[in-house]
């Protein structure tokens, strides 16, 4: 038998109770032929002018409980880009064995193509045929380009609702795709929760790496998202729960030793590359991976993808016996004010201003997870507090990077963020603490695919205090759908009717506009 062959024995065959070595290899070649090897689907990112990053994962029993998907053994895999949907005119094609240590995962880096056009792929392995999908090669980087449309999704918790969001977004056949993290939810709901659940997991915590990667599995299975990964590459950064709630760089949510932490955050890490349609990383000796990166789209915008978790200094003030994402006040908590701690890590902010110092594309968009802008919770009479787990508990960090907005000059600066389950629209000011002071930034901020968003109210009520945010609502679901032009970017923010309903219906909540040279959004 061919090693192919050979690696489509499912776990299940092999404990099934089998004895006999040949029975249990025609065994395993009987249900090779029928389980279904991609019920994962396809998906595509980290596009280039000639070529992007293609991948599929193969199982036969996704969610089995060694991770591994029901399968053993490398199985090779043959794949496809067309230039054409009908796949008449294949431009590249190749074989690869997905590996049980990737667990069946692959990705093709796919070079030699032309730059600024649609491309489909696909897959084969077991004598059967992935789903075909769409992806986009960037446009050559002198290129003019007169459009680019965007859809930005951030925080996809299975148990809180249906993804028809994702659904909507495939709708709209964006050129491409953010992530901008939470794309799983490490915990499951328990108690109270779990009773409001609207599809429940099924799954434990994850804590390991077959958990993580279970996790990834489900989202797969759902149809929307399929779509949506069929339908433009993307490009995908995380936030914390691909890992664990509010960690911060090496330290857990509450502190503790940072020595079992790191073995379960590589975990987590080592899930979401093989589950995400991105260049090859690995971990290094410091168990560190690295996902940030800059993408060119001609001359009409640059991408700075940010990873505010991995490299993030410890969060404020936990030693005091808090929990991260705490609320505190300068006179309480010292320790956020502190120079020598960073967000971003040191390489990495010295990467991205660099990248903003060279780049001289018309729109200089920084994905990432957290709300950049700021929030002081302000009373009469109060000290102000702030939320340590976002760019608020690393001011010291934040004026870096709104220094080298303000000097580096880099062409319409816009930042997209996710994390706090609202849409925000804010500008970026220069330095965060007087409203008076510059901006140098316009940020947008998605709300989330389903999870459930801060109190309304109370939010609301900081409001007045925070001038720079012009508008917030915590109450709806969705994403932002973005049209960039060389002259004008329009951001949508689009809501769906309802997390219970798996064919939700869309409307536009309110619409933006950024002009060419003045940062800050104006209502369209
Ligand atoms: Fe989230």
Known sequence: MSRSNAG?????????????????????????????????????????????????????????????????????????????????????????????????????????????????????????QSPAGLSRTTPAPGAHVDRLRLAVASCSNWEAGYFSAYGHMADETPDLTLFLGDYIYEYSASGERAAKAVRRYGLEEA?????????????????????????????????????????????????????????????????????????????????????????????????HMLDGRQYRSRGACVDEGGARGQIVTDAACADRLDPARTFLGFEQERWLYEGLARSDAAWNILGQ????????????????????????????????????????KPRNPVVLSGDYHSFWTNDVKRDSRDERSATVATEFVGTSITSGGPPYEGLMSAMPANPHIKFFDSRVRGYMSIDVTPKRMITRYQTISGVRDPKATLATLNTWAVEDGRPGALAA
């Open 8 to 128: 489509l024995i499912g776990r299940r065959a092999l404990l099934g109770g089998l004895v006999a070595a040949p029975v249990v290899l025609q065994f395993g070649l009987a249900r090779a032929a029928d389980a279904y090897l991609f019920p994962l689907g396809v998906a595509s990112g980290d596009p280039a002018p000639d070529g992007f990053v293609i991948w599929t994962r193969l199982a036969a029993d996704p969610f089995a409980a060694d991770g591994l998907g029901g399968l053993s053994g490398t199985i090779e895999t043959r794949w496809e880009v067309a230039a054409d949907e009908g796949f008449r005119r294949i431009v590249a094609a190749g074989q690869v064995q997905a590996d049980p240590r990737a667990a069946h995962a692959v990705h093709v880096e796919v070079t030699g193509l032309a730059p600024g056009r649609p491309y489909w792929y696909r897959f084969t392995a077991g004598g059967q």
């Open 207 to 303: 804590t390991t790496l077959a958990g993580y990667r279970n996790r990834y599995a489900l989202h797969r299975t759902d149809a929307d998202l399929q779509r949506l990964h069929a339908a433009a590459p993307c490009l995908a950064v995380w936030d914390d729960h691909e890992v664990l709630n509010n960690y911060s760089g090496v330290w857990p949510d509450k502190g503790g030793d940072p020595r079992p932490f790191l073995q379960r955050r590589a975990a987590g890490y080592q899930a979401f590359y093989e589950a995400m349609p991105i260049r090859r990383t690995s971990l290094d000796a410091r168990m560190q991976m690295q996902i940030h990166k800059h993408i060119r789209y001609g001359r009409l915008a640059e991408f």
């Open 369 to 408: 997870d957290l709300v950049m802008a700021g929030l002081r919770f302000e009373n009469r009479g109060e000290d102000i507090r702030y939320w340590t787990d976002t760019w608020d508990g690393y001011p010291a960090a934040r004026d870096r990077m709104t220094e080298a907005l303000a000097t580096l």
